[in-house]
Structures are given as structure tokens and as C-alpha cells.
């Protein structure tokens, strides 16, 4: 769905219009769960925060004036929320913390995995140790970084979802970017194979340590979305560190979000705000 398309729902919703409500849902919810998930580092706390974010957009339809484009209006009203979100369960952690982490791990004995479980631990390794990345990163400077690296959004466009002149807007991805720079030359083995760091070395002693359940992993067993282009997955040739970060897939908001969302609209006790 284009934006016109997007922006006529947007209109016919706010109008009462519960069919067009229910494309605008469907049009938004993934792009904000995404963004959840990387600002807040669990799938429980971007589920709640998603959920919240939907209602906000749905209940404010009416407000749109069409003065930027659909998703920039909604990617406002998220990144407002996120911002200003309870910390989430995974935001206690420090990028000296998450160092010291992964050293222990290269020095622990820990029993070897069997194959196929050291693989998939191994991907979640991968995934947690790149979120944990972001959540070192004070709130300013991650959603910068994930609005301009990972979801990729022109750096005016950002700047105006963060209502900041555009040069602060770069101050800010700048200093996000030196930050995990610096860390990923010195710790990564993806981002710099001479450094001893491998997802697949970590494996074994974060199960050991009970850092990692294989029978209840947070991101390698997620609902994703199928993209075109580069498999989401693919690290044999990593160009840069937003490239590791990007490695996430394209998560798929759970249903159990969505079914509460859309349970609300049939019920009518959500009501769209008229123009």
C-alpha cells in the first residue's frame, strides 16, 4: 500500500470507516513492533509497548492532517512513546557490562551443545548480543540509530519524527555510531575477524551460565516476515557495523497483539476520533 492509499484509509477510518481501520492496522503494526523490539531489547515489553502505540494511532486518526506522510506520522507517535516507555527488562545493561559478559564466556568450560541445538543457540546469541548493542546506548542515541541505520529513514525524515533541527539529528546518529564502532572493533568477530569473540564460542556458556534457555529462546524461534533481497540472516560478508545490527529479521508482531487490536474494533469499544 502506498502512502495515498495509507493516507485515504487514515481518512476513511477516522470517519468510521472500521474496514479502512482495519487496513491501516494492518499497514502499521509490524513497522512499530520492529521498532519496539530493537528500542526496548524483549519481545513481552515491545508487545505491550506495540499494543499501546496501536490504540494511540486508531483513537488519533482524526488528528492527521496529512502534512508528512502516513508513516512518518505514526513513526512520531511511536518513537514519543518510546521514548517515554517504562524501561524495559532488558535496559539495565551497559556496553562495559555486555563486554565483560562475553570475555567470561571465552574463558568458561562448558559442555558442547549437541549440533543442531548449537546452532539455533548460536543464532540467538547472535541476535541477543546485537540487541544488547543498542541497549547500551542511552535512549536518544539508539532510537537514532535505529531510525537511520536500521529501519533506514532519510535523516530529515528522522528528524522530523524526533522533532529535531536535522543537524541534531546527525549529531546524534554520529555519536550512536562511534559509540558501537569503537565497541565492535575491539569485541566483534563479525565485525572484525581478528578479534577471538564467535557467536558459536558464546553458545555453550550462556547456556552454562542460564543466560540462554534453548527450549524458550526470545529471537531465533520469533515470527518474522518474509522480505525480498538479502536473506535477513546472511553474516559470510559484513560490511559494517549497522550491518550487524540489521541481521535481525523483520519480526512479525505476535497475534495475540493483533487479536486484542482487532477484537477492540469489532466490539466497537475502541472508538475511532472523528475529523
Avoid at 503494526?29 to 509497548?49: C, F, K, S, T
Avoid at 559442555?111 to 546452532?119: G, I, S
Avoid at 524461534?221 to 535477513?232: D, K, L
Wanted: proline fraction near 4%.
Amino acid at each position: 500500500m502506498n502512502d495515498a492509499e495509507l493516507g485515504d484509509d487514515v481518512r476513511r477510518a477516522a470517519s468510521g470507516d472500521r474496514d479502512a481501520a482495519g487496513r491501516v492496522l494492518a499497514a502499521i503494526q509490524d513497522p512499530i513492533y520492529r521498532l519496539a523490539v530493537r528500542m526496548l531489547g524483549h519481545p513481552a515489553d515491545a508487545e505491550d509497548a506495540t499494543q499501546e502505540v496501536l490504540i494511540v494511532v486508531l483513537t488519533h486518526l482524526g488528528s492527521f492532517r496529512g502534512e508528512s506522510a502516513v508513516m512518518t506520522w505514526v513513526w512520531r507517535i511511536a518513537a514519543n512513546h518510546m521514548l517515554r516507555a517504562r524501561r524495559g527488562r532488558r535496559e539495565t545493561d551497559s556496553l562495559e557490562a555486555l563486554d565483560e559478559r562475553l570475555e567470561r564466556g571465552l574463558g568458561m568450560q562448558a559442555p558442547e551443545l549437541p549440533d543442531a541445538e548449537a546452532a539455533l543457540v548460536a543464532r540467538e546469541v547472535r541476535l541477543r548480543c546485537s540487541e544488547a548493542m543498542l541497549l547500551g546506548l542511552d535512549r536518544e542515541l539508539r532510537i537514532a540509530i535505529i531510525l537511520g541505520d536500521l529501519l533506514e529513514l532519510p535523516g530529515d525524515e528522522a528528524a522530523a519524527v524526533l522533532e529535531i533541527d536535522p543537524a541534531a539529528y546527525r549529531k546524534r546518529l554520529s555519536r550512536a555510531r562511534a559509540r558501537l564502532l569503537e565497541f565492535m572493533r575491539r569485541r566483534c568477530g563479525l565485525f572484525e575477524p581478528s578479534n577471538r569473540c564467535r557467536c558459536a564460542k558464546q553458545a555453550a556458556p550462556a547456556v552454562a551460565a542460564g543466560i540462554i534457555d534453548p527450549s524458550a529462546l526470545l529471537f531465533a524461534g520469533h515470527p518474522t516476515v518474509e522480505r525480498g533481497g538479502r536473506a535477513a540472516d546472511e553474516v559470510g560478508a559484513i560490511l559494517g557495523a549497522a550491518e550487524v545490527l540489521r541481521s535481525h529479521p523483520d519480526y512479525a508482531t505476535p497475534d495475540a497483539v493483533l487479536g486484542r487490536i482487532r477484537e477492540l474494533l469489532r466490539s466497537g469499544a475502541l472508538e475511532l476520533l472523528h475529523d
